[in-house]
């Protein structure tokens, strides 16, 4: 049974940059898409970004383009959500899934191990 725990999260201002983590343990996912997706209060789960088993494809929506960055360190058994230019938009839970390959990267019912999520607050 594998797992997934993310950390970084933590309370900044506007323009300011964060990484999250995300650590997996108890089976490999290193053949596995992880991705990132965020919920704010009252809002539903959406998708931020994606990379393949190998790194050699990412995937990122439209709004934190240009602004995050996801990678992965496959001998670490860990993935990393770089933020840059955060904005007060940018709040939310973000939470780390894997998902096996081949499934629609940007849906969550393609993922499928969760870790427990992690705050980040951007202030204006």
């Known amino acids: 049974q594998g797992q997934l725990v993310e950390s970084g999260g933590d309370s900044v201002q506007a323009g300011d940059s964060q990484r999250l983590s995300c650590a997996a343990s108890g089976r490999t996912f290193n053949w596995y898409t992880m991705g990132w997706f965020r919920q704010a209060p009252g809002k539903e789960r959406e998708f931020v970004a994606a990379i393949s088993w190998s790194g050699g494809s990412t995937y990122y929506a439209d709004s934190v383009k240009g602004r995050f960055t996801i990678s992965r360190d496959n001998a670490k058994n860990t993935v990393y959500l770089q933020m840059n230019s955060l904005k007060p938009d940018d709040s939310a839970v973000y939470y780390c899934?894997?998902?096996?390959?081949?499934?629609?990267?940007?849906?969550?019912?393609?993922?499928?191990?969760w870790g427990q999520g992690t705050q980040v607050t951007v202030s204006s």
């Open positions: 899934a894997a998902g096996r390959p081949g499934g629609s990267i940007r849906e969550s019912s393609a993922y499928d191990y």
